[in-house]
């Protein structure tokens, strides 16, 4: 390595050596003395704990270990907000929600083929890639389990989504740990996946700490049947219960399994095996495809509407904001415009705002982008270029 240089242990960026921040991604840039392991300033020489030499090969460290006894470490500041606000009236609730077991497998073998320092090394980065996807759909890690997690959806924070949310993450989890592992099977040799086991039902929530702290009592076997399934699962999948089948069924390909018999339970049960999305990610989606009522009595908004249009057609760009209460008809609205749209010679551009994509960065320019390009969300990133040279 140049001893000139600096590299990022979070994104791999190379700094000059005066470097105190990476100019690349603003990380902390310091230095670990291989003798006692202190940290010291990039431009040190020799540590200034035990005067050792920070010699060429000295680690740049930057990750430091995920204290996972602290939520509020790893716990995103708007999410903590709304848990902290809400716990007052979630105590003692009884709530249906969802529940996410995930947790790597053949642990005990990496294990024994590793040194205990670089299977925590391993684990901390794939815990963090799998918090990071848990936090994008707004569940909660309710515990770790070693070598994974159990998350919640719908508890603490109320979702009338929970189980959509939970199968996103899951999804989302398994593609990130994917490309993880395939950079760990190339470096290491190491074959390393994800269990996935989902189920929906009752819980009571428990108490709530300053330190965001939860516990939950499981009503009937709810976390149970969850933690089942995962040990089901085959490894790189995600299995999901009855109850969690019946209410994402329409937005995502699901194989059914053979029933299996469960410890705990007197009856085999049903699982599904999750495939992917099927394209649909709003409910009127579904109303589509089922068939419209007749559309009456917003001739005056449908005016209003038609009428920007035409001041679009003579160059002044407009804005329109449609604003009510759920179930008004915001949705059907945008769609009769839309199909008075197949008479004009106009083009327009489609994109969803989704309840769980506030922490997306640029997700309606997002989805118009995938729209006009027929992405899918299974296409690697080499059907994605493909895709976009023909379009292009």
Do not use: W
Request: proline letters at 3%; glycine letters at 8%.
């Amino acid at each position: 390595m140049d001893p000139n240089i600096l590299v990022c242990a979070h994104c791999g960026f190379e700094n000059p050596l005066k470097a105190n921040f990476c100019v690349e991604c603003g990380t902390k840039l310091e230095v670990r003395c291989q003798s006692c392991g202190k940290e010291n300033p990039p431009n040190h020489k020799f540590c200034f704990e035990c005067g050792g030499k920070l010699g060429k090969s000295a680690d740049v460290k930057v990750d430091k270990a995920l204290n996972l006894s602290e939520p509020q470490s790893y716990i995103p500041k708007h999410l903590a907000d709304k848990i902290l606000v809400n716990r007052a009236s979630l105590e003692g609730e009884r709530k249906l929600i969802t529940v996410l077991f995930a947790d790597a497998t053949s642990f005990t073998a990496l294990s024994e083929k590793l040194d205990p320092e670089e299977v925590r090394t391993l684990m901390n980065q794939a815990l963090r890639l799998i918090i990071d996807q848990v936090h994008h759909y707004e569940g909660t890690i309710n515990k770790f389990t070693g070598d994974g997690v159990m998350a919640l959806f719908g508890a603490p924070i109320a979702q009338e989504d929970h189980a959509y949310r939970s199968v996103s993450s899951a999804l989302g989890i398994q593609k990130a740990i994917r490309l993880y592992g395939e950079e760990l099977k190339l470096e290491q040799g190491i074959d390393f996946k994800m269990r996935i086991g989902i189920n929906t039902g009752l819980v009571v929530v428990g108490s709530i700490g300053n330190d965001l702290s939860m516990e939950y009592t499981a009503m009937g076997d709810t976390v149970n049947l969850a933690s089942r399934l995962e040990g089901l699962a085959e490894p790189g999948s995600v299995l999901i219960s009855e109850s969690t089948y019946k209410l994402v069924k329409d937005y995502f390909e699901c194989i059914p399994l053979e029933e299996a018999s469960v410890k705990g339970k007197s009856q085999p049960v049903k699982a599904f095996s999750v495939i992917g999305t099927t394209g649909r990610k709003v409910r009127f989606d579904l109303s589509l495809e089922h068939g419209l009522t007749k559309f009456v009595g917003r001739e005056k908004e449908l005016g209003l509407i038609k009428d920007s249009l035409e001041k679009v057609k003579e160059g002044h760009g407009q804005i329109i904001c449609i604003i009510g209460e759920a179930g008004l008809g915001k949705s059907r609205l945008v769609h009769e415009f839309k199909t008075t749209l197949r008479d004009e010679d106009v083009s327009y551009l489609e994109g969803n705002c989704i309840s769980y994509g506030k922490s997306f960065s640029y997700l309606p320019i997002i989805e118009i982008l995938k729209n006009s390009f027929e992405i899918d969300d299974r296409d690697d990133d080499d059907l994605i270029k493909a895709k976009v040279e023909i379009a292009t």
